[in-house]
């Protein structure tokens, strides 16, 4: 029988592989971020299945959720990670990850990031601006050092996604623009310590489909295709996950099939990496709840829970959709009912007009595909401890990150309030 990876219902609730939501809650207390090992591995195995034929080299967005063991087990799979800060190179290091299966992405890297970075040796530098690449090759320089370099273009696509994730297009921050690149491959001498070696895209997240990553790939390939010193291809991620039980986003396999096809013959030449972040990781988690209030407003049931948009803060800044799932046996819909939290603010909404059974406090809920982009853009907002997280392995569950305390919250200022 083949092992059930996730979360399902059985007869006494709702199970995380073989073990029950209730009791994690009963025994590390709510709110608790609780991911599947199992679902990692999968969408990790799924992924790298998908995209075989060309061989790529997967690299971690530590931005979709930086726990150290979660990167440590994707360490252990053979993952590499992208990180986009000092902070997150850090605990890519401190997870054990070789610092040469590291890439650096984003526009606003600081010297002292740059420095960090050129100190660890890492293996790629996704550049983005000519600014970037000056303050890079001035301390490469200094410090003897000839690191590798790829620009993210801009290649002015803009793929069907949320605006806030879209990142491809000409109006965006993000990348060079096509003749801004090629100009800086005809003067790269500039740039005498820095090894140019490739060209990077990242145009979007939960990409709806495959096209527009099919053309911003033309015009990255006619870029590689006038500079021989270009080998290597980072694709980036936002590969797609459902959220609502109405989602009909391609699977992996049908994402990966006509970017396979198109790229094949190219492997002679180019190295691919990929950069997969919420695929590999939303899926795997869920966000725990318990009931403290129900009441009617105007006609409508509202449930107060113990975490709200300073733990999931998708649903406020995108209107994300995240299901509501209660821990014990799925019940027959009730009411509709809006799902709120304890924020002092009209946007602290994790989910509208649900259909749940009705429901008291001190009763669980999960809220489901919270496993990328959740605990990572969690806040201390109200003076709220951040939630705990806990990993669900085929030997059982075990705490990743117990939850803060109070003396935590206040401790950088506590060190100088009698200074
Ligand atoms: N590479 C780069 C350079 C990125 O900027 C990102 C995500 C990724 C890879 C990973 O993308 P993914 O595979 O996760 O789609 N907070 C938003 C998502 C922001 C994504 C930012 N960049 C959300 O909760 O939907």
Redesign the pocket.
Known sequence: MKRLVGFQYRADGLYCEGVRLADLAARYGTPLYVYSAGVIRDRYRRLSAAFAALRPRL?Y?V??NANLSLLKLLKDEGAGF?V?SGGELARALAAGADPARVVF??VGKTEAELTEALAARIGWF?AESADELARLNALASAAGRRPRVAL?LNPDVEPDT?P??R?GGGRSK?GFPLDEALSLLRSWDRFPALDLGGV?L?I????ADPAATLRALDVALDVIARDPRLTVL?L?????VPYRESDAYPSIEAFAAPIVAKLGAWLGRLTFHL????????EAGALVTTVQAVKIMAGRRVVVVDTGLHHL??PA??N?YHRVLPLARAAPAGVPADVVGPICESSDVLARERRLPELRPGEGLALMEAG???F??ASQYNAQVRPAEVLVTGEGARLIRRRETYAELMAPERECLDA
């Not at 950069?275 to 939303?282: D, I, K, N, Q, S």
């Open positions: 690299y967005a931005k979709a992208d986009v992405a984003g996704n993210r949320h806030h994730v990142t993000f990077h990242h979007g997240s939960q990409l980072d980036g991620g936002g590969f797609p950069e997969p972040g919420r695929y590999l990781m939303a803060l998708r800044l995108y994300a990328a982009y959740g990572s853009m």
